[in-house]
């Protein structure tokens, strides 16, 4: 009876080492096994990149980038492309977590539709980082990194304003233009960031159509009316021949396009070339994003202008965010007011937008080594 009370004393003593040791290495992580978030061990921590689709562009250079900042600095990677399906990409994150994820950056396809792993992340300790599309309706959002939305769309629809004479380059109304008409497009209704981009833009052109300089001849002025599910070029393209066909196949002439994004632009300037529009005769068409394809269009005097996010730089804050969350950091932010996810105002890093047009896009583009010339030949 001795040895056996024996035994269990020193079995008890062991455990009770064992599990001091296992709390003092949660306590080293803030108490909370895979959070990361106080300076605990987390060299070669598994960080989960999630991205919406491969279909643009912009897309695939974000996750590279993203990627590759992220080894640099001796993480793991998950990145996931979820080809535009909701369903896709939740199982993408889901997966992440069960794999073990210290850090999430999400980009995603719609920013309400990942509330039951954002759950999940937040009680696994799992800090997220919403990039460039802020995720709704959760408070289990840490931190946002993106361009300035709204401005995005005052810097559309200023670029608009000048490419058909009715403003100068710095915005300001030129007196005595000619009265034009256009036609106005928006982003996907499940992207948050549709609406900075088309309120800005509208709140940008209101004094122009309240005066009359510029008039929407279809009369669709409402984001509803506007709105392009998913971002799809084809879906944009079949609307601008509907509108084409409505309100400009009796003469009336359509001077420009308030267009959100370059893939739409390039679905808008199909539809307008198989209705009979000739390059020299194309109205004024905007974009976003700086796309390769969308600048050569802009070269060859098709599109008129983009806006240029250097998304290398929500690339490497997104990283510098996740590698400050591994390290006990708190990442750093400008901007902890504006950007309102329905259920808490998420802290928020942001950039600014540059206009692009054929006059600048050397200066822009090139000389900054986004592109080189033979990318864009």
Do not use: H
């Not at 506007?226 to 944009?236: E, I, R, V």
């Not at 996010?309 to 997104?318: G, P």
């Amino acid at each position: 009876m001795k040895n056996k009370k024996l035994i269990v004393g020193i079995v008890a003593a062991g455990l009770a080492i064992s599990l001091a040791g296992c709390s003092g290495g949660a306590g080293g992580r803030g108490g909370d096994s895979g959070s990361g978030s106080s300076g605990g061990d987390n060299s070669g921590a598994l960080v989960g990149v999630a991205m919406p689709t491969k279909v643009s562009e912009r897309w695939i250079k974000d996750g590279d980038a993203v990627k590759s900042a992220l080894e640099d600095k001796g993480y793991k990677v998950d990145l996931e492309y979820a080809d535009n399906k909701i369903p896709q990409q939740v199982q993408q994150v889901s997966n992440m977590i069960t794999k073990g994820a210290k850090v999430l950056i999400v980009a995603s396809i719609d920013g309400g539709s990942l509330s039951d792993q954002l759950d999940s992340a937040a009680k696994a300790g799992i800090k997220v980082i919403s990039y460039d599309r802020l995720l709704t309706g959760s408070e289990n959002v840490d931190y946002y990194v993106s361009f300035d939305n709204y401005k995005v769309g005052v810097d559309q629809a200023t670029s608009l304003l000048t490419g058909l004479g009715l403003a100068d380059a710095d915005g300001a109304k030129i007196d005595g233009a000619a009265a034009k008409n256009i036609e106005v497009f928006a982003g996907s209704p499940d992207d948050n960031n549709a609406t900075f981009f088309f309120n800005g833009a509208m709140e940008t052109l209101k004094p122009y159509l309240e005066d009359g300089s510029l008039t929407i001849g279809s009369g669709q002025d409402q984001f509803t009316q506007a709105a392009t599910l998913q971002w799809d070029p084809a879906t944009a393209k079949a609307r601008m021949q509907n509108l084409i066909a409505s309100t400009y196949s009796g003469g009336t002439k359509l001077d420009g396009v308030l267009s959100p994004y370059d893939g739409i632009s390039i679905g808008i300037i199909s539809a307008l070339e198989g209705a009979g529009y000739s390059d020299s005769a194309l109205p004024i068409v905007t974009g976003q994003d700086a796309e390769a394809a969308s600048v050569k269009s802009i070269i060859a005097g098709q599109q008129y202008s983009t806006i240029y996010k250097d998304t290398r730089q929500l690339a490497d804050q997104s990283v510098v965010m996740a590698d400050d969350i591994l390290n006990g950091k708190t990442p750093e932010t400008n901007d902890d007011k504006t950007y309102d996810n329905k259920a808490k105002v998420v802290p928020t890093y942001l950039f600014q937008p540059t206009i692009v047009t054929k006059d600048n896009y050397k200066e822009v583009l090139v000389d900054s080594g986004y592109y080189t010339e033979d990318d864009l030949k």
